[in-house]
C-alpha cells in the first residue's frame, strides 16, 4: 500500500508541474499517468493496494473537492449569468438526462434501466474537470462562470439523480417505487439545507465571534465538511455530495474575514486530492473491462459529445441572453471528471448482481467518455476560445496602484510601446490626467470585494503598488501574490528596511523594484526637476555594454520588455539585456538622446 499511495501522490503532482510547464491541460496528464502506472504496467492495483476503503475515501475526497468548489460560487458572478445558469442546472439537466438516456438505448443498445442509469450519471460536467481548465484557457469572466456554476451545482445533481434511478432498479418490485422515488427526493434536500446550510452559518458565526482561533479554523472547516457529508449519508443515502456543496456555497458568499486564507488553503489540498483521485480511477481500470468495450459503445460515447450534449444546451439556452457563441462553446465543453467515474463503480457491482447484465458495460463506458471528453475538450478550449472571441480582454495587463504625476507618466510611456496598462486609484481626480492621456484607469479600492468584480482588473499578470505609503504598497502585494504569483508582484524600494527592523518585513511585502534603492518620493522629486522616463533597444550592435557605458550613474532602470514578450519590472534578480530587448529608464533632463541613444517619450504638460 505505501508504494501505490507514494507513486500516485508524487506522480499525480509531477503531472501538474508538467501541466504548468508546457500549458497542457492537467487532467489528460493525469488521466495518461492512470493508465500508465495502472491497467499498461501493473505498477498498482488500487483495488488490491486499499480494498474496500478505496470507496469511502474517494467519496470523502469528492465531498472536499465540492465543497471547495462552492466557496468559489460567488452570487455577485450569479447576477450575470443566472438565467442561463438558471436553464443549465434545471431543464438542462432533464434534458440531458432524457436524450442521453435515448442515445445510451437506441445507440449503445443498453437496456432501459441502466440506460437510465448512465444518462444520469453523465449529466455531471465536474469541477475537478472545469477548474483546472479554466486556469488554462483564459476565458472572459463571463463565459467561465457560466462553465463553473454549471460543474460545480450539476455535480451533486447528477449523483442524487442517478441515486434515485439506482434505488428505482433495485427496489422496482418491492411496492410503490415511485412514491419511495419522491421522497427520498425530498429528505435529500431538506437534509442538505438543514444540515449543509445549517453547520456552514454557525462555523461562519463560531468565526466572527473568535470562538475558533486562526490556526484551528482550516482544520475545523475539513472536519465539518466531513461530519456533514457523513451525518448527511446517514438520514438519505448520496445526499452528502449536495450538503456538502450547499455547505460551500453559504460559506463563500458570507463575507468571513479568513475566507481568502482558508480558501487558499481548501485549493492546495484540492488540487492534491484531485490529482490522487484521477490517477487512482484511471488505474483502477482492468483489462477485461477495457476488452469489453465494442462499437455500440463507442458510438454511444460519440452521441454523447456530439448530440446530446450540444443538443440539450441549445434546447435550454433558448430566449435567454446567452450569446451564439458561448452557446456554442458550452456545448461543446463538458468534460465528465471524478464523480461520474466514482458513481459507475459504486453502482455497477450491485446491478450485475441484481440481474442487470448491461450493467458490466457501465464503468468502461463511463471512462470510455472520461478520456474522450478530457483529451477533445482539454485541447480544443483554448484554440476554440479565440476562434469564437471569448477569451479575455487582453493578453496580460500591468497594473499601477495609486496615481501619481510619476505613475502616470509612466503609465503613459509603457502603453506608448503597446503594453497594457491599467491605474488604479481610490481619489477620482488623480486618475483624471490618466484618462485625458488615454490610458486605463480604474477607480475604486483595489483590496474591496467591486475589485473582484471589476472586468477591467481580469487578467493581470503583474502588479507595481506604487503609492506614497510602503505598508499599503505590501498590502496590495500580498492581496494579488496568491492568485498571480510572488515573482510578479513590486513595490518601490523602502529606505527604512535596512536601518529599522519594525518595517514591513521582506517576506512580507513586494519584490522591490527598480536599479538603485530608488524610494517613491525620490522618483517623485526627480521628476519634478525635469527628469524623464526614455525607452532604449538593445541591438546586436548597441549591447548592454554600451547601454550601460552611456547611461548615467544616477539614471534608474524601471523595466525590460524582451521582444514578442511581457514587461519584467528591474529588480536585483533582472537577467542580462538581450538583443531586441526594450529597457524603460528613468533620465536626468541633461542626458541627450545622442548621449545615451534613448528615443524620448512625452512628458507631462506643465
Partial sequence: MTHALVSILVAGIFCQWLAWRFRLPAIVLLAACGLLLGPITGWIQPAEDFGDGLTAVTSLFVAIIL????????????????????????????????????????????????????????????????????????????????????????????????????????????????????????????????????????????????????????????????????????????????????????????????????????????????????????????????????????????????????????????????????????????????VAAASAGAFAPALIDAGFEDAQYLVPAVFMLIFATILAHGFSLGPLTKLLKLGS??????????????????????????????????????????????VDTWFGEVLSDMADEAMVLDNIYTVLAATGNNHYNSMVCNHFAPHIGRHRVFQPYDSGYERNKRVVSETRRGITAFSGNTTFAELWTRMIRGWTIRKTVITETYSEKDFLAKLPEDAVRLAIIPENGKLEWHNQKTRKLQSGDT???????????????????PTLPG
Avoid at 465571534?209 to 449519508?233: F, H, M, N, R
Fill in 393 to 438: 480582454p487582453s493578453k496580460g495587463r500591468i497594473l499601477i496602484v495609486g496615481a501619481s504625476p510619476w505613475t502616470i507618466e509612466l503609465a503613459s510611456a509603457l502603453k506608448k510601446i503597446n503594453q497594457e496598462v491599467v491605474i488604479a486609484d481610490t481619489e477620482w481626480g488623480r486618475l483624471q490626467t490618466a484618462r485625458q492621456q488615454g
Fill in 583 to 601: 529597457v524603460i529608464s528613468f533620465v536626468p533632463p541633461e542626458v541627450r538622446e545622442s548621449e545615451v541613444e534613448l528615443e524620448p517619450t
Fill in 67 to 338: 465543497f471547495e468548489g462552492g466557496l468559489n460560487l460567488q452570487f455577485h458572478e450569479l447576477r450575470e449569468t443566472a438565467q442561463v445558469t438558471r436553464r443549465l442546472t434545471s431543464i438542462g439537466v432533464l434534458l440531458a438526462w432524457g436524450i442521453g438516456t435515448a442515445a445510451a438505448h437506441f445507440i449503445g443498445g443498453l437496456g432501459w434501466g441502466v440506460s437510465a442509469l448512465i444518462g444520469a450519471i453523465l449529466v455531471v460536467t465536474g469541477p475537478t474537470v472545469i477548474m483546472p481548465l479554466l486556469k488554462h484557457a483564459k476565458l472572459n469572466r463571463r463565459t467561465a462562470s457560466y462553465l463553473k456554476w454549471e460543474g460545480i451545482i450539476n455535480d451533486p445533481i447528477g449523483v442524487l439523480l442517478a441515486v434515485l434511478v439506482y434505488q428505482y432498479l433495485l427496489y422496482s418490485g418491492e411496492g410503490p417505487a415511485i412514491q419511495s422515488i419522491f421522497a427520498s427526493l425530498g429528505l435529500a434536500l431538506a437534509t442538505s439545507a438543514i444540515l449543509g446550510g445549517g453547520i456552514a452559518y454557525g462555523l461562519g458565526y463560531c468565526f466572527r465571534k473568535g470562538w475558533i482561533p486562526e490556526y484551528l479554523k482550516a482544520p475545523s472547516i475539513i472536519a465539518c465538511v466531513l461530519a456533514v457529508y457523513a451525518l448527511s449519508d446517514l438520514v438519505q443515502h448520496e445526499s452528502g455530495l449536495l450538503a456538502t456543496t450547499l455547505m460551500g456555497i453559504v460559506m463563500g458568499n458570507m463575507g468571513l474575514r479568513s475566507l481568502d486564507e482558508m480558501r487558499r488553503f481548501k485549493e492546495y489540498i484540492t488540487l492534491i486530492l484531485v490529482s490522487f483521485l484521477f490517477v487512482v480511477l484511471t488505474a483502477s481500470l482492468t483489462k477485461a473491462s477495457i476488452q469489453s468495450i465494442h462499437w455500440e459503445l463507442v458510438a454511444m460515447v460519440l452521441s454523447f459529445v456530439f448530440i446530446v450534449r450540444p443538443l440539450a444546451v441549445f434546447l435550454a439556452t433558448i430566449r435567454t441572453d446567452c450569446s451564439w457563441q458561448d452557446r456554442v462553446l458550452i456545448a461543446w465543453i463538458a468534460p465528465r471528471g471524478v
